[in-house]
């Protein structure tokens, strides 16, 4: 793979779709990994796969994207997609360089040509938190998204939620469990919990505060299930947030940038989840609950979510894009529940779809981000 050009014969920018990774969202990267890859224009762009194993090795992998799909209830993983089980990419370590290396034990290091600009399509802790945002910025590499302080923000529900109630964002009753407040006295948290449904009511949701894809999450009718809640979150996230459940319709909303400011889509609605207690992991991505787009909201409820979406993604500096996840409660307001920096590009997924529907289709959607990330400079900004 050379990164030689001419005038004759320019070289198209190299796009790595860096997908898979160490967290429990692992497959629904690699499903959106597919999505996008096919979706990519391979007239104008090269397109270097670069898959990250269950255990964190930065693996080449196939360019196959009919074998990243979810095949009934078969989750796909980059290690089926692996061209070899021992080697690894090198992403570059230094500005002044943007070579990628392969490297295979008793080989002479293969180098793969320059990249230009990575799309990072994991999903959770190592690689929609800020940590792959930090490692490409020291490496001098453009990006698709938000940069790492919103990356970070957007990935931990407290913190999130802090930022937007700074900038005059509302947002539902909920309380936080800490890693040692929990290893230190968890009598005291139960009470705690006790108190916090006592004054905002049961049914409550427990989460991992730093995953997504509804992974972890236990919907909780009394303290007898508690402990099991906070054990299946902490598989996830040793911290964990609770949240009050809040009655309503649930409305979501994508915020893409474009050269004049951040614009939001038509709104979506997600409809009660039917046969699932809640709108989990099973009813997202297995049985494909279907979303309602775009939602049926009057013209000024539509305009108000809009606006809430934008300064959402304002509050927490992001860039690039981000989907919105709203309530709109039973007495007319809408209530925020988090941002995605990252959201799933499955062909299901939200987010694709409400773009669709506000006259941007996929292709263009994935080329778009890929524009902007390779006009835009990396560093502090």
């Known amino acids: 793979m050379s990164s030689q050009s001419s005038p004759q014969n320019p070289r198209r920018p190299r796009v790595a779709v860096v997908f898979g990774g160490r967290s429990s969202e692992h497959a629904i990267s690699v499903v959106t990994a597919g999505a996008v890859l096919r979706a990519i224009d391979r007239t104008a762009y090269d397109v270097l796969p670069i898959g990250i194993t269950a255990d964190g090795r930065w693996a080449l992998t196939a360019d196959e994207p009919d074998r990243m799909a979810i095949s009934g209830r078969e989750l796909p993983s980059v290690e089926q997609l692996a061209e070899s089980d021992t080697g690894s990419v ?6 002044a360089s943007r070579e990628v290396v392969y490297t295979e034990p008793g080989s002479v290091p293969k180098a793969l040509g320059e990249v230009d600009v990575v799309f990072p399509v994991l999903h959770g802790p190592y690689g929609e938190d800020g940590t ?32 937007f109630t700074s900038f005059g964002l509302p947002v539902g009753p909920y309380t936080v469990i800490r890693p040692r407040e929990w290893e230190r006295d968890e009598a005291a948290v139960r009470g705690r919990i006790a108190d916090f449904a006592d004054e905002h009511g049961w049914p409550v949701f427990v989460k991992p505060a730093r995953a997504g894809s509804s992974m972890g999450i236990t919907k909780v009718g009394d303290l007898s299930g508690l402990d099991e809640a906070i054990t299946e979150a902490r ?17 979501e909303c994508g915020v893409l940038e474009f050269e004049d400011g951040p614009r939001a889509s038509l709104p979506a609605e997600i409809p009660p989840a039917g046969a699932h207690d809640f709108y989990d992991f ?14 049926p909201l009057t013209g000024e409820q539509t305009g108000r979510v809009q606006a ?32 995605n920096t990252m959201p799933g590009f499955t062909p299901i997924s939200m987010y694709p779809r409400m773009w669709e529907a506000s006259g941007v289709g996929y292709s263009e959607l994935v080329d778009r981000l890929i524009r902007a990330a390779l006009n835009r400079s990396t560093g502090l900004r």
């Open 90 to 95: 090198l992403l570059p370590v230094e500005p």
């Open 132 to 163: 792959l945002q930090g490692l490409l910025e020291l490496a001098g590499v453009p990006y698709v998204g938000s940069g790492v302080l919103a990356s970070a923000v957007g990935m931990d529900k407290e913190y999130m939620k802090r930022v």
């Open 235 to 251: 598989r996830h996230d040793p911290k964990v947030i609770v949240e009050s459940l809040l009655r309503g319709r649930e409305i």
């Open 282 to 295: 099973e009813a997202k991505y297995i049985d494909s609950a279907e979303g309602i787009v775009p939602a």
């Open 308 to 339: 809430l979406a934008v300064r959402a993604f304002e509050a927490v500096s992001c860039e690039g894009l981000v989907r919105a996840d709203f309530f709109l409660t039973e007495d007319g307001e809408f209530v925020i529940n988090e941002i």
